[in-house]
């Protein structure tokens, strides 16, 4: 280490979270513009369990890349864990006589996924053991508390949410990298090896690197090529599977490898050389992204309990042969399969086809919209415990600004609209690949001749459909009016 100090004593330890970046960092720039710091990461216990397989994978990338990036200034990233984050982070001051700590802000902390210590019940512990602690915003372009309505309290709709937060676009500014870094120099630290995150046996996440690279590097690669790309003709291609039609900055933004800022900082410059309505869609979903968190934040288990408490009393079915289909993409609806294989093979999902799945699983199956979240929440490299649980509340009608429980998404007109040379279905499933539009979406009205061509045998080679649309989306309106009769 080559610019290492003596002096622990006013070292401040920089314990990054998901905030997995050196530039628009705080919690990093003031301390390292205050004295020398020590660089950490910490995967306690309940963190560990928390994250799904996908995520585990992505999280070791981001680490290698950032301990690269900490390099480059001379340091390196110490890792530590432990059962209890406050006593492993209390522990590694005191054996290295540092007093100061500070972090960015976790506001996924709310999340009904984790029972973990709050920032401010986490800070309280390390203040009590004499510690002085610092927490930075930068997660999100304002903490969720920050935004009120007119009135005071929170926006229940996003529609308001957006209005209030828009103008504040304009003045958002991304710190730069900090220009130096002094690293205090401490002895030990964990290895990544040792964390066992990557999957072994079988290990499956060749698909993955393919797919991704986790990173800095790869945030700002996506979303320079979004920006010079799809931004123009954002606002309609969006919602096209087949194109590459979206920035695909949601896992990097999920891990903080790139801030919110410093994506509609880049994407603002560009106005005047894109559409402004294409500019307006795109920050429109960040904004999202935002409003999801503003929704945990008033609904902590928000990824377990229905935002709309009269959803408690709706009848989810049980069939575990039906849920199995859905996660192995073996429903017999292309679209959905599609989609389920997307997921399983690259770790992502495009959106549309999100809601899509999603409303297949709550409605066409009337399985609980929780099975499927915690599904997408082991799969997802982009899993978020706000936009996961927001998105499968938003689907399935229990969410506070949800989508009507009996808007029930025909899979079939969905692929066709979305999808229309069914070029997303035959890169993933195979099995269909030689089939034509329209049969592509719907095989089983495929005359013989048609299924013979292009080698597809029903039930054999392809499954059948698991339900038909018609009967389960009448089974799905008489279980929403169940709901809806007083008791
Ligand atoms: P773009 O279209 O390029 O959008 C830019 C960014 O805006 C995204 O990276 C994301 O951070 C944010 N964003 C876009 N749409 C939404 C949205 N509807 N809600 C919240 N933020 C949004 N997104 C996650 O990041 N993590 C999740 O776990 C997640 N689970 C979802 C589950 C369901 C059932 C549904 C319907 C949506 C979910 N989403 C989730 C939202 C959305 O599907 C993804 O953010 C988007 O597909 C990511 O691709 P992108 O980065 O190319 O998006």
Known sequence: MSAASSSKQNATLVVFERDLRIADQKALLEAANTGPIVAAYCLDTPL?????????WWLHQSLASLDAGLEG??????????????VTLIAFCKANSILNVSWTSRNDMFSGHQSRDS??????????????VSIYPGQLLHQPAAIRTGSGGPFRVYTPFWRVVAPSLENVKADAAPEKIVFAEVPGGETLAAWQLMP????????????????????????????????????EDR????????????????????????????????????????????????VWREFSYHLLYQKPGLATENFNA?????????????????QAGQTGYPIVDAGMR?????????????????????????LDWRDGERWFWDTLVDADAASNAAGWQWVSGSGADASPYFRIFNPILQAEKFDPKGDYVRKYVPELAKMRAPFIHKPWEAPDMELISAGVRMGNTYPRPIVDHGKARIRALDAYKALKDPL
């Open 200 to 235: 072994t046996k079988p290990d499956w996440s060749g698909t993955l690197a393919d797919a991704w690279q986790p990173g800095q590097t790869g945030a700002h690669h996506n979303l320079a090529a979004f920006i010079e790309g799809a931004l123009t003709g954002y606002d």
């Open 73 to 86: 200034y001379g340091g390196r990233l110490i890792l530590l864990s432990g059962n209890d984050r406050a």
């Open 342 to 366: 997307q997921l399983y093979q690259t770790g992502w999902m495009h959106n549309r086809v999100r809601m899509i799945v999603a409303s297949f699983l709550t409605k066409h199956l009337l």
């Open 119 to 132: 920032d401010s019940i986490l800070a309280e512990k390390l203040r009590d053991a004499g510690l002085t």
């Open 48 to 56: 560990k369990a928390l994250l799904g397989g996908a995520q585990k």
């Open 239 to 286: 919602n096209r599977p087949d194109k590459a039609g979206t920035s695909r900055l949601s896992a990097h933004l999920a891990f903080g490898e790139i801030s919110p800022a410093q994506v509609v900082e880049a994407a603002l410059k560009h106005r005047g050389k894109v559409p402004d309505n294409d500019l307006e869609t795109f920050l429109k979903e960040i």
């Open 310 to 326: 009269s959803f408690d009393r709706f009848p989810w079915g049980s069939d575990n042969t039906a849920l199995k289909a859905w």
